[in-house]
């Protein structure tokens, strides 16, 4: 009897792409995908140990399938990617009923887990590696418009808040070729666009190929293929790669480039290697040289020994930026980072207020700059059924905005003309003014 697994997928689009890559390993070993988890053989959860908020939602979800596995006691439950790497035997040791853990550069393994999970027997696999980057692995992925091809892993970057490089190890990338040749087989299947992923994506370096050369030859696939990245770090924002994203139209004109703060003495101390004039000058010329580029960023509100004024700095570089859009955190303290031992000394209200001053600030302006796209045209890409209605696609333009729209006739993967009636902080509205026939993106 052909076994199914359920897999139930947590935080970063790194972690949506490795489950694609576990599918894939796994579908490969004549397991079947379930389609819910109440008909499945076992449940994994894809988990995300960035913030102490993300693991709790994962602790509640778990306490769901403990339930579950109640009922049926050979369910077998596994904990996989950045929470099965932190917490590694100890999740073993305080859930009973989870029965796997395996950490995200382990996953060849899962099938013989797995098979040994059914015959009874408990399994823990988190030995971190410095070459794997699954290459050779076709990721299982759902027909579609927009894929994400992960192309490389890992952090070598140890801001000081981050649990990353202990959850995901040190950087490595997968080659050129092997992912030229993956997004080859995307665009044949009918894929339009797809976004390049690491959690330190510029810093790809494939032993020859930078990352500005991955993206000219990624780009030169397809000049219909919209290519996209994220997230990139600052540091390795070269002058090549600035010149790559402006010289072909298809490579899309949206850099998300994380601050994390306004203030230099906590850029400091988060080991960010750059100065907020630094960031400002490299944010000066990306815009020259990249006419028309959309910006977002990661903020981070709270760190350790955050004062007002520091914080009053990251609202003025806000200001000053102007980016279309954010994400935005209160700090979470995370064991064996160097900032866990400075103390976590910023009062939870504190922390709160000034996020939820950081998030007002940005959805203001979002809203204008957002507001200034009215009575103007913009091409977007048809991406999917609008969330408030089936009588409307949404589409999204190459600064990563999304577009509602009247069906009228088009489908999905379509590129069409828009002029932009109205606007919120999030969204845009348009009325359709002509297909696009000619290939561009
Ligand atoms: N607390 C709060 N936010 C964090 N991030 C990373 N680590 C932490 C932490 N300990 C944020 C950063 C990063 C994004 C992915 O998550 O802003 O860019
Ligand atoms: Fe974490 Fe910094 Fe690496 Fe991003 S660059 S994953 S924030 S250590």
Redesign the pocket.
Known sequence: MRRSIYIETYG?QMNFADTEIVNGILNEQGYELAKDVDTADAIFMNTCA??DNAEQRIYGRLSNFEHLKKRNPHLVIGILGCMAERLRSSLLEENSSVDIVCGPDEYRRLPALIDEAFQGEKGIRTQLSRVETYNDIVPLRTDGISAWVSVMRGCDKF?T????PFTRGRERSRTLEGIVGEVRELVGRGFREVTLLGQNVNSYLDGTNDFATLLEAVAAIDPELRVRFT?SHPQDMSPRLIDAIAGRPNICSFIHL?F?SGSDRILELMNRTYTRAHYLELVGRIRARIPGVSMST???AGFPTETEDDHRDTLSLMEELRYDGA?M??????EK?K?WKMGDDVPDDVKGRRLEEIIELQRRISYENNKALIGGTERILLEGPSKRSQEEWMGRTDTNKSVIVPKAGFSVGQYIDVRIVSATSATLFGEIVDEVSTRAA
């Open positions: 970063c960035i913030r801001c808040y981050c649990v990353v997230t994380p994390q990661d903020v981070i994400f955190f209160k700090y979470s303290p995370r980072t900032a």
